[in-house]
């Protein structure tokens, strides 16, 4: 079974900063590149950035050096860490694969406005 948890998200004042989480089955989670997505209102979804199975990240232009991936592998969790957040932060958040499989979670809101 292929299954992705988010959770996390909330209302928030720019500059502020969120931490949503993402459990993923462990069948997918061992084994896949696991990617953060976001879809803002009115626009398609869009990946925000991944993290492999030995750790590394690569993240969009947009986020870079404010957004963070990390992983807890004993507990088949996915962590983005979001520091000055900005309003065109705004956005539902997916986790999935990368590339992205079609089992899509509900996703977690995050607002970003004062």
């Known amino acids: 079974q292929v299954q992705f948890v988010e959770s996390g998200g909330d209302l928030v004042q720019p500059g502020g900063s969120l931490r949503l989480s993402c459990t993923v089955s462990?069948?997918?989670?061992?084994?896949?590149?696991i990617g953060w997505y976001r879809q803002p209102p009115g626009k398609y979804r869009e990946q925000v950035g991944t993290?492999?199975?030995?750790?590394?990240?690569v993240l969009a232009e947009p986020v870079m050096g404010r957004f963070r991936i990390f992983r807890e592998n004993n507990k088949n969790t996915v962590w983005l860490q979001m520091n000055d957040l900005k309003p065109e932060d705004t956005a539902v958040y997916y986790c999935?694969?990368?590339?992205?499989?079609?089992?899509w979670g509900q996703g977690t809101q995050v607002t970003v406005s004062s």
């Open positions: 999935n694969a990368a590339p992205a499989v079609d089992a």
């Open positions: 462990r069948n997918i989670f061992s084994t896949n590149v």
């Open positions: 993290i492999t199975t030995g750790g590394r990240t």
